[in-house]
């Protein structure tokens, strides 16, 4: 059984050989360790004296823009095949590099949808980008950002849809990515406003709240079909929904307001013959059975340090939903014994993955997560998870 | 007798911002109007606490106290000014952009009436250490929501001690991710996951009720 055989199985809940393991974003930092390559630092480039208009202009060409960003995720995909991941991760993102004297490196990132991303430094010394706020604090700026980026969203959807069949020739006889149409709705509606700006709106200017998710709700359908057109029978879809003790909205207003939206995009890709796995972090426990009505397959962080428990989440929802996790990466994955990670992994696995249905992945990515503790995770996902299990 | 409390509570917004207006035109005092907000979000608190209210509620309960604020202000004449119970210094630091926890918190002190500077996201070391030496806080709050700024909270709570400026503060650890082993790295004087708690350390220790 290959390594794609092996995911889809698993997220069709029948037992493969053995449990799949995934990662998620791969952090540049971990992914330059893995490959022991330094990647080139934007930073360098914008620190060099003299002005920076070509540089700009370049950078803002699509046609660099979707090279450069393609060489990038490679090498995070190369290192999750080289760390023996059986699938990964792979989004698409268009950003627009703009000066901006208001910050320490004079330049920062925007996106379609109107969210700022600030370029830094990781304790690694790479350069690393950061969601830092948006440009739609009020319903005119959004109104307008959204008419002024039209243009974007009009070639979006082709420019992923170029990416994800670019990246199924280049891994597609190593490792399986699993194109991810991110951020989701929620995201997409509150991060260019702020989200007190936005949670307000849900209370108190309910009518833009919808044209909002309506307005993103019909380009996420157009962006999830470009990752669909790849080929896809597993595709990935999130919204950070929780916090660490629950849902970051009230439930019944996640479902008045998202709900149809969520159900939509669901249909679509059943429609298209896949599976769609949802990521959110944060306790979502309360939302498990929303996540089943509305369609959803599987999840996918199952954030340990927001008491999500594999085993107990099996038993609250059987076997409609596919999970993945939920290795931490607070401890664990940084700082972890090689026992402690073993036991983890036993833990969850004995926990979910009987009957299929569990892929053993890390809680999320940042850049202090260990490769070698990636390694041990992989090496006691091969141990423990070979199938039938043994109790 | 006024519902102000309640309409807070209930996260009427328009509503408690009218009866607030209604109330100064009526020449009700600054502070009883104040105090019937503090209740209200008070009542907010507790209902999240409880799982009643979402961290959305929370959110919009700071908003309107924010705004009442705001139509309060110009209303306050110098010798009823409330001298602040203390300082309070907020950060996320180098490494860390979330802040919607740091957020609330920050709003959660005004309430308390604390004087609040609040430097933001992905801050350098250093210049928490400088804004220790100018502002000249009693409280240091750190919000950490990600393993990685635990380093460079280290890097400042260090500089602290090693500049002789860490013994007249308190310095307070807070955020998803925070732990007692993260207060104990830190040397911090406090850890917690609730904005509330971390509030209510501060007022006990300027001696509050
Ligand atoms: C929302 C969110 C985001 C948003 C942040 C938006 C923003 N402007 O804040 C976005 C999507 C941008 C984001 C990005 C990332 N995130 Co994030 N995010 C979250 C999430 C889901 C919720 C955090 C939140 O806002 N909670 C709501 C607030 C109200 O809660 P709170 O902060 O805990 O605050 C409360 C208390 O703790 C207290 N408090 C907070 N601070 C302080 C301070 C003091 C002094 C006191 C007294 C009290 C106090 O007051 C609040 C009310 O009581 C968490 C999951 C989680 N478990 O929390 C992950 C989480 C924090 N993210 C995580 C990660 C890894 C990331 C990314 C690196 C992902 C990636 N690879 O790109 C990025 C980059 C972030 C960076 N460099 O900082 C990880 C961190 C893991 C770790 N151990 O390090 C988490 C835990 C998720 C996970 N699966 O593990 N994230």
Same mark, same amino acid.
Not at chain 1, 268 to 287: D, F, P, Q, T, Y
């Given at each position: 059984?290959?390594?794609?055989?092996?995911?889809?199985?698993?997220?069709?809940?029948?037992?493969?050989?053995?449990?799949?393991?995934?990662?998620?974003?791969?952090?540049?930092?971990?992914?330059?360790?893995?490959?022991?390559?330094?990647?080139?630092?934007?930073?360098?480039?914008?620190?060099?004296?003299?002005?920076?208009?070509?540089?700009?202009?370049?950078?803002?060409?699509?046609?660099?823009?979707?090279?450069?960003?393609?060489?990038?995720?490679?090498?995070?995909?190369?290192?999750?095949?080289?760390?023996?991941?059986?699938?990964?991760?792979?989004?698409?993102?268009?950003?627009?590099?703009?000066?901006?004297?208001?910050?320490?490196?004079?330049?920062?990132?925007?996106?379609?949808?109107?969210?700022?991303?600030?370029?830094?430094?990781?304790?690694?010394?790479?350069?690393?980008?950061?969601?830092?706020?948006?440009?739609?604090?009020?319903?005119?700026?959004?109104?307008?950002?959204?008419?002024?980026?039209?243009?974007?969203?009009?070639?979006?959807?082709?420019?992923?849809?170029?990416?994800?069949?670019?990246?199924?020739?280049?891994?597609?006889?190593?490792?399986?990515?699993?194109?991810?149409?991110?951020?989701?709705?929620?995201?997409?509606?509150?991060?260019?406003?702020?989200?007190?700006?936005?949670?307000?709106?849900?209370?108190?200017?309910?009518?833009?709240?919808?044209?909002?998710?309506?307005?993103?709700?019909?380009?996420?359908?157009?962006?999830?079909?470009?990752?669909?057109?790849?080929?896809?029978?597993?595709?990935?879809?999130?919204?950070?929904?929780?916090?660490?003790?629950?849902?970051?909205?009230?439930?019944?207003?996640?479902?008045?307001?998202?709900?149809?939206?969520?159900?939509?995009?669901?249909?679509?890709?059943?429609?298209?013959?896949?599976?769609?796995?949802?990521?959110?972090?944060?306790?979502?426990?309360?939302?498990?059975?929303?996540?089943?009505?509305?369609?959803?397959?599987?999840?996918?962080?199952?954030?340990?340090?927001?008491?999500?428990?594999?085993?107990?989440?099996?038993?609250?929802?059987?076997?409609?939903?596919?999970?993945?996790?939920?290795?931490?990466?607070?401890?664990?994955?940084?700082?972890?014994?090689?026992?402690?990670?073993?036991?983890?992994?036993?833990?969850?696995?004995?926990?979910?993955?009987?009957?299929?249905?569990?892929?053993?992945?890390?809680?999320?990515?940042?850049?202090?997560?260990?490769?070698?503790?990636?390694?041990?995770?992989?090496?006691?996902?091969?141990?423990?998870?070979?199938?039938?299990?043994?109790? | 007798?006024?519902? =102000?409390?309640?309409? !807070?509570?209930?996260?009427?917004?328009?509503? @408690? %911002? +009218?009866? $607030?207006? &209604?109330?100064?035109?009526? /020449?009700?005092?600054?502070?009883?109007?104040?105090?019937?907000?503090?209740?209200?979000?008070?009542?907010?608190?507790?209902?999240?606490?409880?799982?009643?209210?979402?961290?959305?509620?929370?959110?919009?309960?700071?908003?309107?106290?924010?705004?009442?604020?705001?139509? =309060?202000?110009?209303? !306050?004449?110098?010798?009823?000014?409330?001298? @602040? %119970? +203390?300082? $309070?210094? &907020?950060?996320?630091?180098? /490494?860390?952009?979330?802040?919607?926890?740091?957020?609330?918190?920050?709003?959660?002190?005004?309430?308390?009436?604390?004087?609040?500077?609040?430097?933001?996201?992905?801050?350098?070391?250093?210049?928490?250490?400088?804004?220790?030496?100018?502002?000249?806080?009693?409280?240091?709050?750190?919000?950490?929501?990600?393993?990685?700024?635990?380093?460079?909270?280290?890097?400042?709570?260090?500089?602290?001690?090693?500049?002789?400026?860490?013994?007249?503060?308190?310095?307070?650890?807070?955020?998803?991710?925070?732990?007692?082993?993260?207060?104990?790295?830190?040397?911090?004087?406090?850890?917690?996951?609730?904005?509330?708690?971390?509030?209510?350390?501060?007022?006990?220790?300027?001696?509050?009720?």
């Amino acid at each position: 059984m290959n390594f794609k055989e092996r995911f889809v199985t698993a997220i069709n809940h029948k037992e493969a050989d053995r449990v799949p393991i995934m990662g998620l974003i791969v952090d540049t930092a971990t992914s330059c360790k893995v490959l022991g390559k330094q990647p080139a630092n934007i930073l360098d480039l914008l620190k060099e004296e003299g002005p920076k208009d070509d540089l700009l202009a370049m950078l803002n060409t699509p046609e660099v823009w979707n090279q450069t960003y393609i060489d990038i995720v490679s090498d995070n995909l190369e290192a999750a095949a080289k760390l023996g991941y059986d699938a990964n991760w792979a989004i698409y993102t268009l950003l627009q590099l703009h000066e901006d004297k208001s910050t320490k490196v004079g330049f920062v990132w925007h996106d379609p949808y109107g969210r700022v991303w600030e370029i830094s430094e990781d304790n690694n010394g790479n350069s690393i980008i950061n969601y830092a706020g948006g440009l739609c604090g009020t319903k005119e700026k959004w109104r307008a950002k959204m008419e002024e980026n039209k243009a974007l969203f009009e070639v979006l959807p082709d420019y992923a849809r170029e990416f994800h069949c670019a990246l199924q020739q280049r891994f597609g006889d190593r490792i399986y990515p699993v194109g991810y149409a991110a951020p989701g709705v929620f995201e997409n509606s509150w991060q260019p406003m702020g989200f007190a700006e936005f949670t307000s709106l849900l209370y108190q200017d309910a009518d833009f709240a919808r044209e909002i998710i309506a307005f993103h709700t019909e380009h996420y359908l157009r962006h999830m079909d470009a990752v669909l057109d790849a080929g896809a029978e597993v595709v990935l879809g999130g919204d950070d929904l929780g916090q660490k003790t629950g849902p970051m909205l009230r439930p019944a207003m996640i479902e008045e307001f998202f709900g149809e939206s969520y159900r939509k995009v669901a249909a679509r890709v059943h429609e298209r013959g896949a599976k769609l796995i949802w990521h959110s972090c944060g306790n979502i426990n309360a939302l498990l059975e929303l996540f089943v009505d509305w369609g959803f397959d599987g999840i996918i962080t199952m954030e340990p340090t927001a008491q999500m428990d594999v085993a107990q989440v099996r038993q609250q929802v059987g076997h409609n939903l596919a999970l993945i996790g939920n290795l931490d990466v607070s401890h664990l994955l940084v700082k972890g014994t090689r026992e402690e990670v073993e036991q983890a992994v036993e833990q969850a696995i004995a926990g979910a993955a009987e009957g299929g249905g569990f892929v053993l992945s890390a809680a999320h990515s940042h850049s202090l997560i260990d490769p070698q503790r990636l390694q041990w995770m992989v090496e006691a996902g091969k141990k423990y998870g070979k199938y039938p299990l043994v109790r | 007798m006024s519902n =102000l409390d309640q309409l !807070i509570e209930e996260l009427k917004r328009d509503e @408690a %911002l +009218g009866e $607030v207006e &209604l109330r100064l035109a009526g /020449g009700e005092s600054v502070t009883a109007i104040l105090d019937d907000c503090r209740a209200g979000m008070a009542r907010v608190g507790e209902l999240f606490q409880e799982g009643e209210y979402f961290l959305a509620d929370l959110i919009l309960s700071a908003e309107i106290f924010k705004s009442a604020a705001a139509l =309060l202000e110009p209303h !306050i004449n110098p010798e009823q000014q409330q001298k @602040a %119970l +203390g300082k $309070v210094l &907020l950060a996320t630091m180098r /490494g860390d952009i979330h802040d919607l926890g740091k957020n609330i918190l920050a709003t959660l002190f005004r309430v308390h009436s604390f004087e609040v500077h609040d430097l933001g996201v992905n801050v350098e070391p250093e210049d928490l250490v400088q804004e220790v030496k100018d502002f000249q806080p009693d409280f240091v709050g750190i919000s950490a929501l990600i393993t990685t700024s635990f380093e460079s909270a280290k890097e400042a709570t260090d500089q602290l001690e090693k500049e002789g400026l860490r013994d007249g503060i308190k310095i307070l650890v807070g955020g998803a991710v925070t732990t007692p082993e993260v207060k104990t790295y830190l040397g911090a004087d406090f850890q917690t996951h609730d904005a509330t708690a971390g509030v209510a350390y501060c007022v006990n220790a300027m001696g509050g009720c």
